[in-house]
């Protein structure tokens, strides 16, 4: 039953992120407006952080639930609107020197943006938002 509970949410929301008109080809710039909002963040692009592979730590910053249902493999889940979450990435950074990714649903949510920035504000170098987000990733690598 919690399978397909998953499944249907899974659906769902793809549908909805399709039906949107997000799920459009290229990167233009007008298609991410939180570049433009969050000029000082550093983003990362599909195909970029797909050639990275394992020189990156991939974290999905989203609600648990999101994260239960879809989620990059191998993602880790630090949820931005933890607390703790500075406390998170800093301890996530003395563990590795690789680079630290955070995503979240993608074009038109923030969450990735204010990750990063938050981040770096915790003195965390070597940060990026991966603005595509969950959808665009699991559209182009299922």
């Given at each position: 039953m919690k399978r397909a509970l998953?499944?249907?949410?899974?659906?769902?929301?793809?549908?909805?992120?399709?039906?949107?008109?997000?799920a459009k080809e290229g990167n233009a710039k007008d298609d991410f407006p939180?570049?433009?909002?969050?000029?000082?963040?550093?983003?990362i692009e599909l195909a970029a952080l797909n050639k990275m592979g394992d020189k990156a730590v991939i974290v999905d910053v989203r609600s648990k639930y999101e994260y239960q249902v879809l989620?990059?493999?191998?993602?880790?889940?630090?949820?931005?609107?933890?607390?703790?979450?500075?406390?998170?990435?800093?301890?996530?950074?003395a563990k590795t020197d690789k680079a630290i990714v955070f995503y979240c649903n993608?074009?038109?949510?923030?969450?990735?943006?204010?990750a990063t920035r938050r981040a770096q504000g915790a003195g965390v170098k070597n940060v990026f938002a991966f603005d595509a987000g969950i959808f665009d990733w699991t559209k182009a690598y299922p």
């Open positions: 998953t499944l249907f949410v899974s659906i769902f929301l793809l549908t909805v992120y399709v039906s949107a008109g997000y939180g570049r433009k909002l969050f000029q000082d963040v550093k983003y989620r990059v493999k191998g993602s880790l889940h630090i949820s931005v609107s933890q607390t703790l979450f500075g406390q998170k990435v800093k301890e996530l950074r993608g074009h038109t949510c923030f969450k990735s943006y204010k």
